[in-house]
T-cell receptor
Framework: AQSVTQLDSQVPVFEEAPVELRCNYSSSVSVYLFWYVQYPNQGLQLLLKYLSGSTLVESINGFEAEFNKSQTSFHLRKPSVHISDTAEYFCAVTPVNGATNKLIFGTGTLLAVQP | DAGVTQSPTHLIKTRGQQVTLRCSPKSGHDTVSWYQQALGQGPQFIFQYYEEEERQRGNFPDRFSGHQFPNYSSELNVNALLLGDSALYLC??????????????FGPGTRLTVL
């Protein structure tokens, strides 16, 4: 079985400051890793994903995440946040050899960007 | 190109009643998954439908059932509603021959309140 831990339920940060949202996972098999973002009153949108290859993956809006297999982590970072980045961020995994692409999510981290 | 759509947006029911939620997948997608997102929690996988059959099921009781139609749209039915069923219900779709690496697209969700 797999599980995902997001230790920070809320991360307040000032605009233009850097931020890191932490994600750790547990799994007995290899997994693919994802970060999803949920804006208020909206569904989930894929932010970025790690499937294979380079352990550093980037999104089009400046976020990046690094897969660390030894620490079973997939932390999300952004060097300079904007007010518009305020949202709930969910880390998720799915088994590499799973029959379906069922996603196992963490409990989410609310990124609250303040002016 | 319409994304994943869900109806209704909001729903209020009383304990013991039955509810049906509907989902239309993104154009070109044939696989539909349902997730339950309780307040303050990450989404939990309910089940997935492909070729009109349930392919995988999460840890949910038989009160939760579903259906997929020939046009790939799907319904989620919940019988004998409990207060604990109050949540945002998300539908996700992916494309033909997709696997664990294929991006799932989420709808905006249906907010179910059980009184």
């Amino acid at each position: 079985a797999q599980s995902v831990t997001q230790l920070d339920s809320q991360v307040p940060v000032f605009e233009e400051a850097p931020v890191e949202l932490r994600c750790n996972y547990s799994s007995s098999v290899s997994v693919y890793l994802f970060w999803y973002v949920q804006y208020p009153n909206q569904g989930l949108q894929l932010l970025l994903k790690y499937l294979s290859g380079s352990t550093l993956v980037e999104s089009i809006n400046g976020f990046e995440a690094e897969f660390n297999k030894s620490q079973t982590s997939f932390h999300l970072r952004k060097p300079s946040v904007h007010i518009s980045d305020t949202a709930e961020y969910f880390c998720a995994v799915t088994p590499v050899n799973g029959a379906t692409n069922k996603l196992i999510f963490g409990t989410g981290t609310l990124l609250a960007v303040q002016p | 190109d319409a994304g994943v759509t869900q109806s209704p947006t909001h729903l209020i029911k009383t304990r013991g009643q039955q509810v049906t939620l509907r989902c239309s997948p993104k154009s070109g997608h044939d696989t539909v998954s349902w997730y339950q997102q309780a307040l303050g929690q990450g989404p939990q996988f309910i089940f997935q439908y492909y070729e009109e059959e349930e392919r995988q099921r999460g840890n949910f009781p038989d009160r939760f059932s579903g259906h997929q139609f020939p046009n790939y749209s799907s319904e989620l039915n919940v019988n004998a509603l409990l207060l604990g069923d109050s949540a945002l219900y998300l539908c996700a779709s992916r494309g033909l021959a997709g696997g664990p690496t294929d991006t799932q697209y989420f709808g905006p969700g249906t907010r179910l309140t059980v009184l």
